[in-house]
T-cell receptor, first 116, second 112 residues
Framework: EAGVTQFPSHSVIEKGQTVTLRCDPI?????LYWYRRVMGKEIKFLLH????????ESGMPNNRFLAERTGGTYSTLKVQPAELEDSGVYFC??????????????FGPGTRLTVL | DQQVKQNSPSLSVQEGRISILNCDYT??????FLWYKKYPAEGPTFLIS?????DKNEDGRFTVFLNKSAKHLSLHIVPSQPGDSAVYFC???????????FGAGTQVVVTP
């Protein structure tokens, strides 16, 4: 079974440009999450989809970030326009939904974004 | 507002000995606590979890202890192996499928 995949693995852009990150979750996983790790600090939650709906977007830093999940399958995270502080590693994770037990989140390898 | 704290950024331990990683939290609403392990250039991988109603969970060489009154949990790795060298993240969540709140991680180095 394929794991969570993310594209691209690295992206280097100039301040003010636009970047779109893509995440393909594990097939059949309804939950999809985006996280970000900046400068070796803690991994911070950005948002959570259940199928195509945004369940929780409390971690989105500002309106320069736009996440979508078309048809409840893959997801994209667009940053427009990018700022220097957006640099970091963006992780995507997915999980099934099972009541009464912890639903392990499976993480992708991340996209390293560098804004110059 | 960082709700999960790992105050030791690094830990060095000899192969075969015990590794003890510590984590403190402030949110008493956390239902589950998790430990994730991360190698360079890879995503975090789930290691072990514990429900807030338990005080211990064991899985092979890994044991997690939860002290709710102190809002503290720890991960014990016995015996430590070279392949355990990685960054370990502690995390809490208020429901079984919600967002994870992570600490900053502890870099573990297991020396021969």
């Amino acid at each position: 079974e394929a794991g969570v995949t993310q594209f691209p693995s690295h992206s280097v852009i100039e301040k003010g440009q636009t970047v779109t990150l893509r995440c393909d979750p594990i097939s059949g996983h309804d939950n999809l999450y985006w996280y970000r790790r900046v400068m070796g600090k803690e991994i911070k939650f950005l948002l959570h989809f259940v199928k195509e709906s945004k369940q929780d977007e409390s971690g989105m830093p500002n309106n320069r970030f736009l996440a979508e999940r078309t048809g409840g399958t893959y997801s994209t995270l667009k940053v427009q326009p990018a700022e220097l502080e957006d640099s970091g590693v963006y992780f995507c994770a997915s999980s099934q939904v099972e009541v009464g037990t912890y639903n392990e989140q499976f993480f992708g390898p991340g996209t390293r974004l560098t804004v110059l | 507002d960082q709700q999960v704290k790992q105050n030791s950024p690094s830990l060095s331990v000899q192969e075969g000995r015990i590794s003890i990683l510590n984590c403190d939290y402030t949110n008493s609403m956390f239902d589950y606590f998790l430990w994730y392990k991360k190698y360079p250039a890879e995503g975090p991988t789930f290691l072990i979890s514990i429900s807030s109603i338990k005080d211990k969970n064991e899985d092979g060489r890994f044991t997690v202890f939860l002290n709710k009154s102190a809002k503290h949990l720890s991960l014990h790795i016995v015996p430590s192996q070279p392949g355990d060298s990685a960054v370990y993240f502690c995390a809490g969540t208020t429901d079984s499928w919600g967002k994870l709140q992570f600490g900053a991680g502890t870099q573990v180095v297991v020396t021969p």
